[in-house]
């Protein structure tokens, strides 16, 4: 299998990935060979959301994609969401403030999830439960736009209390 | 019961009781919602999971799994494995190294975590459908996985039952259950049964279920020699993986170390050592290098075991007042062939109610499947659902509220050992649920509620799980800077155990939060066992405050040897830890450790404790409950349930954190809501085979299926138990499942009594 090399835009850093496998996911691409560990594999098969990153704002399913195909995008991850100087983005706060978890595997892909689809929903994309006009965000709306990420321990209460706090800002 | 543990009980009842732990009521940390104190970590993604760890000269691992549930390897070929790049070892059993099959885990009380008699890699013999038989190590996860894929074995297939329908009738009684008889009988049950004013008698079934922890296992293994190794493992028992890895390669235990700082949700599922450490291990060791096995979400379906499926017989008789006459729980689960786990579920109904003649015990099966295990709240989880369900049935036939059919059978004391009960607020319970739901505007009627193409009903159930505690060891240091540490190897998947125990030791020793640490999650740590059984809070509560009152001692005999220290002339009676030192109780004086410390010259005092055994649970019946409310709407024509309200109400004893108590209690009652109306997993009952190994298959709930969850609890600290507390970890998912069947029936006059509740069942 011919090897690739070839440059990622991460969190605004340049990196050069050398003589990459083309099966390499978006996912193991980041974790492996980036060493950035906070996106995570639940099931690498796109049912979790565990993975989710930004790629030009929009959130995808990383672990579903091939790295290859991501060379000149920006991509954001979880370690690219606070401020340089460390302090937190709105979301991250108030998912601490919330609750919003308990073992912490899915909060990563939750948080970027809550970016791409905060930003969705203020673009005025509809979801499935919209019926005509996007309807408010909280209730239906938010949870039909979140479920794509899953939650074993069940933080999902806290998980759209934080999201409902961070979008009121 | 072992008649020992018989004459072990009736000695233990009338030995004195321990006073109530002195913080039962102590509020500078414990009993508020302090947040987690690992949460900047969790959401800025620096926490680190076993898979995230960065290894030098790391080698991967991948595994074949068997396609036969029983029988004969005749042939693997591992020629096209081999000769793809990047592939290092391939081991099937035609070259693994010998390991030794490890001790089965066991009630708890031991280091035991192995979790099954079957030879992983050491046998052409095949025991269930999904058994490893090849292991795969190359330069990166692709190849490894690539290679594995491209195993391929023939078999001669044995005969095997691998349905639970077919196997039921095959099942026997085991010797115990958890160390209690597995049938407990008074009066004439049969005849209570027929002269009554109502009776119900229905079979219910739950299907098996798996744990499903959005982390799937992983391990990273590295060996330092021959002797000692390194594992980095997704564990909730570190000290038992440690144990049992030694067994399987014949090092001593302490020369293994586990490390599982953070872990990505158990439920216990990571409770045992599963096969995939030992190979993880044996890769390495072959290899020289260090290996991470990362399980797909596949693997982890085929080599980790769930919760069994159960079919549960209640019939119950009552007088045209309520009151139980006949009470029988009875039916079958079932182990594997090559394990023993006959799971609990006859238990919550020997301690809920009152009853004149009862019949309460259980059956086990072998089937060959991948082996069972336990699964939140194990036993009470499914039991809860029959007997509640049971119980509501009743209720309609008495034309009773089945709030008040429970109140009416309410005991005094534990219906089959006749013990007092250390903490039982039942009745404040359901009186704050009641309130809380607005239970009394719900009409009796069923399928008299509708909106629009929808049926609304609300129902209710008891939940419980017992009180457990384990000896457990710890260490408590306090340093002359005035800072503190407490250590055990006990581990942390959420609960909230660093936070918590945090608060405690602060409480404890009258330190600031942010001068004391806790440490955890390392084998080679003082010991804890498992983190199951809703049991760790208050076991390393207990050990945590044995050691740090050792501690207090030295510290307070350096004190009594100094002339200039104003606590010369104090006895450890006199004293009380507080504002960062020792004080007089009564007339305040005292001094700072920080001022004891220097004075002596010494650097620190450090002091380790294990805790004994449970005497407790012997002497009193100990357990904890739940009234869980919930409202469902259930579509009239498709049959789709929603739940669209819950309120769960608590009596666990004091909670020393609202905040993670209250995500505790709705993460079990999520799961309890997946467990009524999707989970599950589907086995093909011809080959053994699950045919839903994934996430996308499996369902478990999701943000769109969860209402918002209302919990209130009592409050109440049990004077028995250390700081007051029970666990909580477990009792949230308990009648879950009756809840929402009981409003199911309550929209649509429909009983459902097989799980998952699906559209089907209501059509
Ligand atoms: S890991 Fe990508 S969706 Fe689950
Ligand atoms: S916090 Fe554990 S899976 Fe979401």
Known sequence: ?169 | MSILNKVIRSVVQVMPDQAPDELIASNRYLGRSINRLNGPDKVTGKATFTADYPVANLAHAALAYSTIAKGRITSIDTKAAEALPGVILVLTHENAPEMKVPKEFGDGSSNDAGTTQAKILNTDHVSWNGQPIALVVAETPEQAEAAAARIHATYEKEDCVTSFEAAIGDAKQPKAIMGEDPEVTRGDVEQALSQSAARIDLTFTTPPHNHNAIEPHACIAQWDGKDDLTLYDTSQFTAGVATTIAQVFGLKADHVRVVAPYVGGGFGGKGGAWPYIQLCALAARETGRPVRLAMTREGVFRIVGGRTPSQQRVAISADDAGKFLGFVHEGVTAQSTHNHFPEQFSFPPRHLYSMEAYRIGQKVTDLSRVANTFMRAPGESIGTFAVESGIDALAYELKMCPVALRMRNEPDADPVSGSPFSSRHMRKAYEMGVERFGWKSRPAEPRSQRDGDWWIGQGVATGTYPVYRMVTAARVRISADGTAVAQTSCQEMGMGTETVQTQHLAERLGLPMSKVRFEYGDSTLPYAGVAGGSSQTVSVALAVQEAGAKVLKELLALAQKDERSPLREANFEDVVAKDEGIFWRVSGGGESYAAILSRAGKDFVEADHKTGAPMELLKYSMHSYAAQFCEVRVHALSGEVRVQRWVGSFDTGRILNPKMAVSQFRGGIIMGIGMALTEETMFDDRTGRIMNPSLAEYHVPVQADIPDIEVVYTNEPDPHTPLGAHGIGEIGITGVAAAVANAVYHATGKRVTSLPITLDKLM
Request: net charge negative; with cysteine; hydrophobic share 35%.
């Open chain 1, 1 to 169: 299998m011919p090897l690739h090399t070839f440059q990622l835009q991460i969190n605004g850093d340049t990196r050069t990935l050398s003589n990459l496998d083309p099966r390499v996911s978006l996912l193991d691409a980041i974790r492996d060979h980036c060493g950035l560990t906070g996106a995570k594999k639940g099931c690498n098969q796109g049912a979790c959301g565990a993975c989710t990153v930004l790629v030009d704002g929009e959130r995808i399913n990383s672990c579903l994609t091939l790295a290859l195909q991501y060379e000149g995008r920006d991509i954001r991850t979880i370690e690219g969401l606070a401020e340089a100087d460390g302090s937190l983005h709105p979301l991250q706060k108030a998912f601490v403030e919330h609750d919003g978890f308990q073992c912490g595997f899915c909060t990563p892909g939750q948080i970027c999830s809550a970016v791409g689809m905060l930003a969705e929903y203020k673009a005025g994309a509809p979801s499935a439960v919209t019926d005509g006009e996007v309807g408010e965000l909280a209730g239906a709306e938010l949870q039909e736009r979140m479920s794509g990420n899953l939650c074993r321990c069940g933080a999902y209460v806290g998980i759209r209390e934080a999201i409902l706090e961070a979008a009121a800002q």
